[in-house]
């Protein structure tokens, strides 16, 4: 018996992770473990049992519980339709130094979703709200964790979609079950930040190009919305923002490898810490150099590259 134990805790773990647990697959892992000569035991899970919990400078990617980088070695057996998490996920592995197969997923491209970008920002020490991000098929399973991390009210995003069209606040734990029967998206939730202020920082080869003011939203319903629709956007002067905002909203875009860039950021009230929002690669532009500094600060970045 002791030897037993001595054995289970030199054994080597492996996660096999597959895109769906087929009767196929089971087979594989049972044969594996059956032949794994007491060296390694290897674990079958699917991508919608892991749980990324983001947190700058302290983010882990767990499956269940355990944190995937307690694993000897994670073997991707069939990424699917989750391929697209790939990317930030080997960036996790490879900052947790852990062997995974196959090394090819570093070069799939990065995909540029709210819960990857977020996940690289955090790993990176970039200051970002506390996030959590799981598969939809679990949303409801982990609500109380999640509300227990993040305290409510917590917003939540569909990872895929731009311009607050589907930014929604949870104020309770009921709406949990309103936000998944409403929408069939993938979502991140992160704690909600009291704004003081917020700024879009449209980067441009490494330079803050133009800084805008953004509008307080209205919190008061379940989705999130503009306050209002109607007013002008406001121009900045550039040095409007401190250092600090300014060498962190530039660091967030060169993180995600853009040099062209709209990073939001927020001032928290009360605190007045900086936190990174989002940074959107292909930043939407007011087409009027009128009422814009925009359009010029295009053509003034591409004048540059060119020359
Ligand atoms: N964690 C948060 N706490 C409070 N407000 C938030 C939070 N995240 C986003 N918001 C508000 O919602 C707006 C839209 O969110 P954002 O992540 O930029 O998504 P998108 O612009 O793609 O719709 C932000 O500009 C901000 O005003
Ligand atoms: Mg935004």
Redesign the pocket.
Known sequence: MLKYDILQGMQKKILVLVDFKSSSKKKLVRYLNANAKNKYKAFLHSFTDLYFDIKTGKTKIKVNKTDIANFDLVFVRRAGKYVRFMGAISKYLDKKKIKFVDPAFREIGMSMD?ASSTLRLAIKRVPV?HTIFCFKENIIFNKKRIIQALGLPI?A?AIL???????YILKTEEDFAILVKKSSREFIF????D?EK?YRFLIMGEKVMVLEQ?FK?N?ENLK?EYQDLTGPSVFLELDCATQNANKISLRAAAILGLDVAGV?L?IEKITRKVYI??V?KGPGIEPDAKTSPELKAFSDYLLNRIS
């Open positions: 709210k709200p917003i995003k979609s731009q311009r607050n069209q589907n930014i992160q704690k909600f930040i704004i917020e953004k939203r919190y999130v939001d927020a929002i989002e959107n």
